[in-house]
């Protein structure tokens, strides 16, 4: 059975633009594929591990091929599992909210705390990187309140996606799909945000039917 996991970086609920994309795409994708299972992170529900001094000694001990003491052990055996709740999809769903032109601090977060080696990467002097993720793919929800392309400089910069897909790539994934809500996303009358909203819910709903 093929599983989707829809990974959230918004704490607004029901008013998170990111969030209702990501509920017509997952309700599409259901249409789509009725034998498939659908599950939901919701990266602030405090089930994210932290990644701090412990963990960071324990990855380069990992690194290192030295042994874990036992405090390390125990942290890691939170990352380990937080990686394998990840490592369950077959399917990735992420909704994204832009802040301060780049990702929610919690999804950077996931992202530090997920990617170690042997389970996302793994890394060969000569060769370098070569990302462990294998038959899976992703599609992203991109929201943004003042950044738009082509709006120029005062209006901030995109780290946002980028950076992401950047990330998706090197972890071995590259069948990766987009859907953008941005200022400039308005069809028909600018004055009218319902009009994007509406253009960005069907672009969510197509991208899920083939994905």
């Given amino acids: 059975m093929t599983t989707l996991l829809h990974i959230s970086a918004s704490p607004r609920g029901n008013v998170s633009e990111s969030l209702v994309l990501a509920d017509e795409f997952v309700a599409a994708y259901r249409q789509a594929n009725p034998g498939a299972e659908a599950r939901h992170w919701d ?22 091929g030295q042994d874990l003491d036992d405090t390390q052990r125990t942290v890691w055996k939170d990352v380990t ?10 399917h990735y769903l992420f909704s994204v909210p832009m802040w301060n032109a780049g990702l929610p601090y919690v999804l950077k977060q996931f992202i530090d705390v997920v990617s170690q080696p042997g389970l996302v990467f793994e890394f060969h002097p000569e060769l370098g990187y070569r990302g462990l993720l294998r038959g899976k793919k992703a ?28 990330w998706l790539r090197w972890a071995g994934v590259e069948d ?27 672009a969510a709903s197509a991208a899920a039917a083939t994905f």
């Fill in 43 to 64: 990266l602030w529900d405090g089930t994210l591990p932290e990644f701090g001094p412990t963990a960071a000694h324990a990855k380069m001990a990992i690194f290192a």
């Fill in 176 to 202: 990766i799909r987009t859907v953008s809500l941005r200022p400039d996303s308005v069809v028909g009358d600018p004055a009218d945000p319902e009009a994007g909203r509406r253009a960005a819910r069907a």
């Fill in 139 to 166: 599609a992203v929800i991109y929201t943004s309140g003042v950044y738009a392309p082509g709006r120029g400089p005062a209006f901030g910069s995109n780290f946002q996606s980028p950076y992401l897909e950047d």
């Fill in 81 to 90: 599992a937080a990686f394998a709740r990840f490592d369950a999809a077959d």
